[in-house]
Structures are given as C-alpha cells and as structure tokens.
C-alpha cells in the first residue's frame, strides 16, 4: 500500500541552477528560471563512503552516478558540476537541470547526439523529431549517501522531506509528478547487465531494503548494475554457487577484465540513464533489459577508444600486474619461476664473490629453516587461492625474495645471503614497527605500510596471517646471525646489486606507467622492483625515486634507492647486531 511519508518541513525548496547546487533559498524560491511543470527526479548512487571502498563492486552505484554527473551531465549543461556535502541530506549532492540533446552540435560533443531509440532505427527517430520526448526538460538532484550502505534511506528520507518529493503511485507513469530512481549493484546479475526495475522488493539488497524502510513505499524505480562473476552463470547455472562468502565478493575490488571493460560499462550507464531521464522507465526498460554491455557495443558500435593524449608513446598498455586475468596464468607463472631462478644464481655469485670462505657447518637451524620453508609455500599458494593471478608479482617483491634467500642461506649454511635479506627488508619492516606502534597508540598508521590490512578485500584471517612475516623476519635473522659474527660487512653492498636486479627484471616484463582503466591514477615502478598495488598507500620514503621519466631506467638508480630506503636502517640494524655479538650480558643467551 502507498504510504505517504511524513514530511517535517512545511517550506518548499526548489533546485537551483548552479553547477554545485549551492543553497536553496528558505523563501521557496530559487536563484534559478525553472518552470514549475518541469519534472523533478532524484538519483541516488549507493554505496559506502571512505577510501577503502573506493572501486568496490558494492560500490558501483557510487561509480555510475559519478561518472554520468562528470562525464555526461557537465557535458550537455557546459558546466562543471560538483557534488557537495549537505549534512542535514546525509549526503554529497548535484543539482542540475538537463534538456534533451536532440537539438545538440555535432562538434565536441564526445555523447551522441541521438539517443539509443533514435539509434535504433530511422522510424523511431522520424517519431522523435515530430513528437519529442515525454521529459524534454528535466531537474534533477544526484545523491551520494554517506550514511553507508545499511542505512542509506535516512539519506533518502530527508531529502525527499526537505523538498517535499511526492513520488509517483506509479512509476511507470509520464506524468509531471516526482520520481527516484536508486542505482545499485545486483550480484544476481553477470558482469555488463544492467536491468531496470520500476517496482518491488528489495531482493537481498539491504540499501534498498532501508529506503523502502524510510521512504514508506516500494514504488520506486532501480537500475540494477550486474557485478556477478560471469562463471556463476554458464551451464545452465543462475547465480552465485553455495558456499560463496558474497559479502566478502562484493566488498572486493573488480579484477582485471572487470577494470578493462569499466569503461564502456560506464558509457553503457549514461546511455541508460539519458533514457531514463527524457523517456521515462517504461521506455528505458524496453532498451534497457534486451541487451547487456556487449550487445550494446556491437549494435551501435560503441566500443571506446583510448584518445591519443592518453597514450604513453612508445610504451604498451599491458600487461598490468594489477589488471592481470586468469588468462596470463602461464605467462605470469613463468615470469616469477625464472626471476626467483635467476635471484638464486645471482646470490650464490655474489655469496662467492664477497664471502668465499664464509661457508660455516655450524650454521644450521634446521626448525628455523622448515618454519620459513612452510610459511613462504603456503603464502604462495594462499595469495592464489583468494586473490588470483596477479599477486603471484608480489612474490618478486623485495620482502618476498628474502623469504627465499634465508631458507638458501640456511640450507647451504652460508650466513652472507641472511644479511643480505636483512638489509633488502629493513626499511620496509622498520615502517611496519612504527606502523604498529602508532596504531596501539593512536589508531592511526603514521607511515601507511600496514593500511592495505584494513581494506575490505584484505579482511581475512590467511591475508593478516601471511602479512606477519614483516614482523618475526629481522628477529630471527637477528637471531641465527647473532652467533656467527653477525652481518657481513658487504651485506649492504650485495643487497643494492640484487636490488638492481629486480627492478631491472621487473622493468623488462611491465610497462613503464600504468593507466588504470575508469581512473586517472598513474603507477609508477618504485624503487622495490615492484608495482605499488594498493595506490592509496602514501609512503614517500619507498617512492622517493621512481621513475618519472623513462631516460631513469638505469638501474643504478636502485642502488641509490636502496641506500635512501635501507641505508639508515642498515646502520642501525648493523649497530644492533654489533651490540647483540659484544655485549657480555648477552653471552649467555647468544653462545
């Protein structure tokens, strides 16, 4: 049954013109010229505020409504709309009216002129120009509730009581009479469907669950964006399988061919959306539910292209490691199995070259070298399992690779390769003490090195578990050295050529800067050999030399990356170690 929603404010507010949707003036009127029987509707996005969400698939109703406020209604108003926070709607709001574009220039104008009936064939746009469309003028609000996802309807509720919005009985209706439209994500459809719902529950979804809560009515319309995995549907199957930890799926990051068709998916939206908008949802049903992103792009051959300004010259869009598919398994598989080859040939030359004689039966921690041993085949094989293809990079990570020197080092009894693991983690380890240290104290991470824990996707027991070793790894270096002299004096030395090597390895398998698709976030190689994956960590002592400029390949600049990442951190590791190896109280337990 329609229930009216109760509304605490008797004063009328009408939008306004501006681009940011400024104020709204208490006498009812606004600063703009809009006429009283233009439609209004309200869009809202759903999703979950704060970084960590950024790009999830939870969150894109967030992405859509977006992207077709910057890219698309900026555009046809010529003007750049902004979001604005508004404490008392809970939300960050837009305000804009929007004229259909049938009219429209032809030159610069990125959106076709003629929407996806007119298209569609020459009949219907005939129709279009004699008849028009139902909505030629439109007022819209766009809202982005910070409520989170749960209770996005108190967001929802006082907007609607703020501007007194009477929703449609029916929304199916093309009546003058106020409409929303919630756009969320719907793991019950695959990857590029977007289906449009004019009414009814809220099928699983616990944003819609709440607006229907609040706003007292399930008659309102829904642009559901599939973020299904597209596997979930093959064979005859109609969504996810039993077992599946959705919230965990939907708080997650999309993968690789996800982010490479993100783009179209989102130009695929807009197109939705401007149907919606002049035509009403009857119509943008029709259009909207017969065909996915890929019908879509073969029948009005829509399929976008990168323009040359956004094209590094002379250097290959992919591979990414961040946008890696299952596809390049083999590829990636054999990329990390030479590199950890040529690591282990590289420091055994090295281990001869500066500690000939260093070879030392007495080396031998058996316990400690099967613990290492365990632990790093089961980081492998658990980083795979939950989070694909791509990771598999993360093990030609400095980190990583001095995981694999130990367990040479105490397999050969050669106590040189353990300074040099020493020394190539150091700094990053330092950051991750003091990381620790400022959390217990403050909740706060001073450096950033351990934030990447707190992301949703990482919110697991195995992914906390497998990220420890960057705090047990110098104490028990620090302890199987302790008794044999402590770190060779060429440790550093050795560390910054092996070093070189990976980021020189790395550099010869990954481009040089990475566009990721739907964003204008660059990745840079920084001075690790490796990619920074999770591109919202800010630590500008790792970054400090990254190449900006593709004459800087050279690898001597990892030596100097490695003196301003470890160099500090060596001495006073090394400082340490001479303290631990001289101290007369400490005899007892080191001898």
Same mark, same amino acid.
């Given at each position: 049954?329609?229930?009216?929603?109760?509304?605490?404010?008797?004063?009328?507010?009408?939008?306004?013109?501006?681009?940011?949707?400024?104020?709204?003036?208490?006498?009812?009127?606004?600063?703009?010229?809009?006429?009283?029987?233009?439609?209004?509707?309200?869009?809202?996005?759903?999703?979950?505020?704060?970084?960590?969400?950024?790009?999830?698939?939870?969150?894109?109703?967030?992405?859509?409504?977006?992207?077709?406020?910057?890219?698309?209604?900026?555009?046809?108003?010529?003007?750049?709309?902004?979001?604005?926070?508004?404490?008392?709607?809970?939300?960050?709001?837009?305000?804009?009216?929007?004229?259909?574009?049938?009219?429209?220039?032809?030159?610069?104008?990125?959106?076709?002129?003629?929407?996806?009936?007119?298209?569609?064939?020459?009949?219907?746009?005939?129709?279009?120009?004699?008849?028009?469309?139902?909505?030629?003028?439109?007022?819209?609000?766009?809202?982005?509730?910070?409520?989170?996802?749960?209770?996005?309807?108190?967001?929802?509720?006082?907007?609607?009581?703020?501007?007194?919005?009477?929703?449609?009985?029916?929304?199916?209706?093309?009546?003058?009479?106020?409409?929303?439209?919630?756009?969320?994500?719907?793991?019950?459809?695959?990857?590029?469907?977007?289906?449009?719902?004019?009414?009814?529950?809220?099928?699983?979804?616990?944003?819609?669950?709440?607006?229907?809560?609040?706003?007292?009515?399930?008659?309102?319309?829904?642009?559901?964006?599939?973020?299904?995995?597209?596997?979930?549907?093959?064979?005859?199957?109609?969504?996810?399988?039993?077992?599946?930890?959705?919230?965990?799926?939907?708080?997650?990051?999309?993968?690789?061919?996800?982010?490479?068709?993100?783009?179209?998916?989102?130009?695929?939206?807009?197109?939705? %959306?401007? !149907?919606?908008?002049?035509?009403? @949802?009857?119509? $943008?049903?029709?259009?909207?539910?017969?065909?996915? #992103?890929?019908? =879509?792009?073969?029948?009005?051959?829509?399929?976008?292209?990168?323009?040359?300004?956004?094209?590094?010259?002379?250097?290959?869009?992919?591979?990414?490691?961040?946008?890696?598919?299952?596809?390049?398994?083999?590829?990636?598989?054999?990329?990390?199995?030479?590199?950890?080859?040529?690591?282990?040939?590289?420091?055994?030359?090295?281990?001869?070259?500066?500690?000939?004689?260093?070879?030392?039966?007495?080396?031998?921690?058996?316990?400690?070298?099967?613990?290492?041993?365990?632990?790093?085949?089961?980081?492998?094989?658990?980083?795979?399992?939950?989070?694909?293809?791509?990771?598999?990079?993360?093990?030609?990570?400095?980190?990583?690779?001095?995981?694999?020197?130990?367990?040479?080092? %105490?397999? !050969?009894?050669?106590?040189?390769? @353990?300074?040099? $693991?020493?020394?190539?983690?150091?700094?990053?380890? #330092?950051?991750? =003490?003091?990381?620790?240290?400022?959390?217990?104290?403050?909740?706060?991470?001073?450096?950033?090195?351990?934030?990447?824990?707190?992301?949703?996707?990482?919110?697991?027991?195995?992914?906390?578990?497998?990220?420890?070793?960057?705090?047990?790894?110098?104490?028990?270096?620090?302890?199987?050295?302790?008794?044999?002299?402590?770190?060779?004096?060429?440790?550093?030395?050795?560390?910054?050529?092996?070093?070189?090597?990976?980021?020189?390895?790395?550099?010869?398998?990954?481009?040089?800067?990475?566009?990721?698709?739907?964003?204008?976030?660059?990745?840079?190689?920084?001075?690790?050999?490796?990619?920074?994956?999770?591109?919202?960590?800010?630590?500008?002592?790792?970054?400090?030399?990254?190449?900006?400029?593709?004459?800087?390949?050279?690898?001597?600049?990892?030596?100097?990356?490695?003196?301003?990442?470890?160099?500090?951190?060596?001495?006073?590791?090394?400082?340490?170690?001479?303290?631990?190896?001289?101290?007369?109280?400490?005899?007892?337990?080191?001898?």
């Amino acid at each position: 049954m329609w229930r009216r929603p109760l509304f605490v404010q008797r004063r009328a507010y009408f939008f306004t013109s501006s681009a940011n949707g400024t104020r709204i003036k208490d006498n009812g009127t606004s600063t703009s010229s809009f006429k009283c029987d233009c439609v209004r509707k309200l869009i809202v996005g759903l999703g979950n505020p704060g970084d960590k969400f950024t790009n999830t698939r939870h969150n894109v109703g967030y992405l859509v409504a977006k992207h077709f406020l910057q890219m698309y209604a900026s555009q046809v108003t010529d003007t750049q709309l902004q979001l604005q926070h508004e404490a008392r709607n809970h939300g960050n709001i837009a305000r804009f009216r929007v004229t259909y574009q049938q009219n429209a220039a032809d030159k610069e104008y990125v959106y076709p002129v003629d929407d996806l009936v007119n298209r569609s064939s020459k009949r219907a746009k005939e129709r279009t120009l004699k008849e028009g469309v139902p909505h030629d003028e439109v007022k819209v609000a766009l809202l982005l509730p910070t409520t989170y996802m749960n209770c996005s309807g108190t967001a929802v509720r006082a907007f609607m009581q703020s501007h007194q919005w009477r929703l449609k009985k029916n929304p199916l209706a093309l009546n003058r009479q106020d409409e929303l439209l919630v756009i969320t994500d719907d793991v019950a459809l695959p990857f590029g469907e977007c289906r449009f719902k004019a009414k009814g529950g809220p099928g699983g979804q616990n944003g819609i669950r709440d607006i229907i809560k609040c706003v007292g009515t399930e008659r309102f319309a829904r642009l559901r964006i599939g973020v299904g995995a597209p596997h979930w549907f093959v064979g005859g199957n109609s969504g996810a399988p039993s077992g599946t930890a959705m919230d965990k799926f939907v708080l997650g990051r999309f993968n690789g061919d996800e982010q490479a068709a993100m783009t179209d998916l989102l130009r695929y939206t807009n197109e939705l %959306l401007r !149907l919606y908008l002049h035509r009403g @949802v009857a119509l $943008a049903t029709t259009y909207g539910n017969s065909m996915d #992103l890929q019908r =879509y792009l073969k029948q009005y051959n829509a399929s976008h292209t990168t323009p040359s300004s956004e094209v590094v010259l002379g250097m290959p869009s992919s591979p990414v490691p961040v946008q890696i598919s299952q596809k390049d398994l083999p590829r990636v598989i054999a990329i990390v199995v030479f590199g950890f080859v040529a690591v282990s040939l590289l420091a055994l030359r090295l281990n001869n070259f500066f500690a000939a004689d260093g070879h030392n039966e007495s080396f031998s921690f058996p316990k400690v070298k099967v613990f290492i041993g365990l632990y790093t085949i089961m980081l492998v094989f658990s980083r795979f399992y939950e989070h694909g293809t791509y990771v598999l990079y993360e093990m030609l990570w400095g980190c990583n690779v001095s995981l694999v020197l130990a367990i040479m080092a %105490l397999s !050969l009894s050669n106590p040189f390769l @353990v300074g040099v $693991a020493m020394v190539t983690v150091s700094g990053d380890h #330092l950051l991750w =003490y003091i990381d620790t240290l400022s959390f217990v104290l403050t909740g706060k991470f001073i450096t950033g090195a351990m934030k990447y824990l707190t992301y949703p996707e990482n919110r697991s027991f195995s992914k906390t578990f497998f990220a420890t070793h960057h705090w047990w790894f110098l104490p028990v270096c620090f302890y199987i050295t302790t008794a044999h002299g402590g770190m060779h004096g060429s440790s550093f030395m050795g560390s910054c050529i092996l070093t070189s090597f990976l980021a020189a390895y790395c550099r010869a398998f990954t481009p040089f800067e990475v566009r990721v698709p739907g964003s204008k976030s660059i990745l840079y190689l920084n001075v690790n050999g490796g990619y920074a994956f999770w591109r919202d960590i800010d630590i500008p002592l790792l970054h400090l030399l990254d190449h900006h400029h593709p004459a800087l390949y050279i690898p001597f600049l990892s030596i100097v990356g490695n003196l301003v990442a470890n160099g500090f951190p060596h001495i006073l590791i090394l400082g340490i170690s001479l303290g631990f190896q001289h101290n007369p109280l400490l005899e007892g337990i080191t001898h």
